[in-house]
């Protein structure tokens, strides 16, 4: 297993995308990458995946039949997203995984589709979340033309030995955290994108718990963290983190000290909670 101490492993799966042209090249293989902080978010997505959705076989039993097929599908497509996202050894792959669990956490919401608030609600998942996933491929896109990888190793290895000194006072090295930013509190349910996650307790409890409570709204967090060298090059990014997440903590408990549903009680509490975690990445520095 990876330390902190541990250079990170790669392990190979298959090559996927490996383009080359006159005066530029683009490389993306399917592969993991395994160090402390890979290990640390699948304990906890592996381990809830498998508590909730033993749960979920028995409470989704009324559903027997072609639903109860349809929201394992769904619960199956998620896992598989979940595990793209955080394992993978490069950009596009997290791409892969964030764009995955945004479909899965739409097919799920709206599994009761014969629910106008569930489908509305869907939906709107799916619409607020298309801002910050434009902000996560503008980000993917200028890390690539500006550092000339997408590659997690290749990046770290270009930040440390400055390869790409001249490029670090160009706009692309400041706007780059600011798009991940906006990636992540898209995701991650954070000021002023958090309105969708409140609606999407309309999906079947064991959905709101895995998805919309434990794992999904977490790969904001996750992206801010594994590209943290990135934040550096441009600190005051990072104040901004720490304010939007302060302000996200303390404007959602204080609107779910106001509900009576205990579903948007607990959708509001995990936005608070959420924007604790933004707070402290913001002033681990």
Same mark, same amino acid.
């Given at each position: 297993?990876?330390?902190?101490?541990?250079?990170?492993?790669?392990?190979?799966?298959?090559?996927?995308?490996?383009?080359?042209?006159?005066?530029?090249?683009?490389?993306?293989?399917?592969?993991?990458?395994?160090?402390?902080?890979?290990?640390?978010?699948?304990?906890?997505?592996?381990?809830?995946?498998?508590?909730?959705?033993?749960?979920?076989?028995?409470?989704?039993?009324?559903?027997?039949?072609?639903?109860?097929?349809?929201?394992?599908?769904? $619960?199956? #497509?998620?896992?598989? +997203?979940?595990?793209?996202?955080?394992? =993978? %050894?490069?950009? @596009?792959? /997290?791409?892969?995984?964030?764009?995955?669990?945004?479909?899965?956490?739409?097919?799920?919401?709206?599994?009761?589709?014969?629910?106008?608030?569930? $489908?509305? #609600?869907?939906?709107? +998942?799916?619409?607020?979340?298309?801002? =910050? %996933?434009?902000? @996560?491929? /503008?980000?993917?896109?200028?890390?690539?033309?500006?550092?000339?990888?997408?590659?997690?190793?290749?990046?770290?290895?270009?930040?440390?030995?400055?390869?790409? #000194?001249?490029?670090?006072?160009?706009?692309?090295?400041?706007?780059?955290?600011?798009? @991940?930013? /906006?990636?992540?509190?898209?995701?991650?349910?954070?000021?002023?994108?958090?309105?969708?996650?409140?609606?999407?307790?309309?999906?079947?409890?064991?959905?709101? #718990?895995?998805?919309?409570?434990?794992?999904?709204?977490?790969?904001?967090?996750?992206?801010?963290?594994?590209?943290?060298?990135?934040?550096?090059?441009?600190?005051?990014?990072?104040?901004?983190?720490?304010?939007?997440?302060?302000?996200?903590?303390?404007?959602?408990?204080?609107?779910?000290?106001?509900?009576?549903?205990?579903?948007?009680?607990?959708?509001?509490?995990?936005?608070?909670?959420?924007?604790?975690?933004?707070?402290?990445?913001?002033?681990?520095?």
């Amino acid at each position: 297993l990876a330390t902190s101490d541990a250079p990170p492993e790669r392990v190979l799966l298959f090559e996927w995308i490996n383009l080359a042209w006159d005066g530029g090249s683009f490389s993306s293989n399917f592969a993991l990458y395994i160090d402390s902080l890979t290990i640390l978010w699948m304990g906890f997505v592996t381990g809830l995946g498998t508590l909730i959705a033993l749960y979920a076989s028995e409470y989704m039993e009324p559903d027997v039949g072609k639903g109860y097929a349809r929201f394992f599908a769904g $619960v199956s #497509a998620f896992l598989f +997203a979940m595990c793209c996202l955080v394992m =993978g %050894d490069n950009l @596009l792959m /997290l791409y892969l995984g964030w764009e995955g669990v945004g479909f899965a956490s739409y097919w799920l919401i709206g599994y009761y589709y014969q629910k106008p608030s569930a $489908v509305a #609600a869907a939906k709107k +998942a799916f619409i607020v979340n298309r801002i =910050g %996933d434009l902000g @996560l491929a /503008l980000a993917i896109y200028l890390v690539w033309s500006t550092f000339g990888t997408v590659q997690y190793n290749e990046l770290m290895t270009v930040l440390d030995d400055g390869t790409y #000194a001249a490029a670090y006072d160009g706009w692309s090295v400041q706007a780059i955290p600011y798009l @991940l930013m /906006l990636a992540a509190f898209g995701k991650s349910a954070q000021l002023p994108l958090y309105v969708w996650l409140p609606d999407a307790m309309e999906g079947p409890t064991p959905v709101s #718990a895995l998805i919309h409570a434990a794992t999904m709204v977490t790969a904001g967090v996750y992206l801010i963290a594994r590209m943290y060298p990135l934040f550096l090059l441009a600190p005051e990014s990072l104040h901004l983190v720490a304010w939007v997440g302060g302000l996200t903590a303390l404007l959602a408990a204080t609107i779910g000290m106001a509900q009576y549903d205990i579903k948007r009680i607990f959708a509001y509490s995990t936005v608070s909670q959420l924007g604790f975690m933004f707070l402290g990445l913001g002033v681990l520095t």
